[in-house]
C-alpha cells in the first residue's frame, strides 16, 4: 500500500535525480522553486521506501490562463513500481491539496515517455514540442483544477 505525505525536497532529491536527471549531481537536481514558501513535495512510500515523488509550485505560464496557478516539476517513480498506479496516486494527492488551495490551473514540461500518463490524468497539450539542454524533448501539458 502507498502510503503519501508532505517531506521536504531533500527526501525527494535522491529519486529525482536517480529517475529525472541521472547525469546530474544530486544537488544539481534542485530547482529554483523548491524553497518557495507555497511550494510543497510530496512522497509515497511502499515498505518505508520512497518509490514516488512530486513537486509542485506556484508559478504561471505566459501561454497558459490561470488565476491561481501551480507547476508540477519532478515528478517520478521508481522503475519497481512504474505501471502500478503510485504515480497517479501520488498526483491526484497533490490535484486535491491543489483545490483546497483554490488553485485552477496546473502544467508541466512533460517528457514524450509520460504524455500517456498525463493524458490517462486529463491533462491537455499546450504548444509545440521543445528541448531542454541535457534532458531531452517535452511539451507543456496542463490541467483546469476548478471547472470553468
Given at each position: 500500500m502507498l502510503?503519501?505525505?508532505?517531506?521536504?525536497v531533500e527526501e525527494v532529491l535522491p529519486l529525482r535525480q536517480k529517475v529525472l536527471r541521472p547525469?546530474?549531481?544530486?544537488?544539481?537536481?534542485?530547482?529554483?522553486?523548491?524553497?518557495?514558501?507555497?511550494?510543497?513535495?510530496?512522497?509515497?512510500?511502499?515498505?518505508?521506501?520512497?518509490v514516488t515523488i512530486a513537486s509542485f509550485h506556484p508559478q504561471a505560464h505566459r501561454d497558459l490562463h490561470g488565476g491561481h496557478p501551480y507547476r508540477l516539476r519532478g515528478m517520478a517513480s521508481d522503475e519497481s513500481v512504474r505501471g502500478s498506479g503510485c504515480g497517479g496516486q501520488i498526483l491526484r494527492r497533490g490535484v486535491d491539496?491543489?483545490?483546497?488551495?483554490?488553485?485552477?490551473?496546473?502544467?508541466?514540461?512533460?517528457?514524450?515517455?509520460?504524455?500517456?500518463?498525463?493524458?490517462?490524468?486529463?491533462?491537455?497539450?499546450?504548444?509545440?514540442?521543445?528541448?531542454i539542454v541535457g534532458i531531452g524533448p517535452h511539451k507543456v501539458m496542463y490541467k483546469h483544477l476548478i471547472p470553468r
Open positions: 502510503e503519501i505525505s508532505q517531506v521536504l547525469n546530474f549531481s544530486v544537488e544539481q537536481c534542485r530547482n529554483p522553486e523548491d524553497s518557495h514558501a507555497l511550494s510543497f513535495h510530496l512522497a509515497g512510500r511502499v515498505g518505508g521506501r520512497i491539496l491543489l483545490r483546497e488551495k483554490r488553485c485552477d490551473l496546473l502544467w508541466a514540461n512533460a517528457r514524450i515517455g509520460a504524455f500517456p500518463f498525463y493524458e490517462k490524468e486529463g491533462f491537455l497539450y499546450s504548444g509545440e514540442l521543445f528541448d
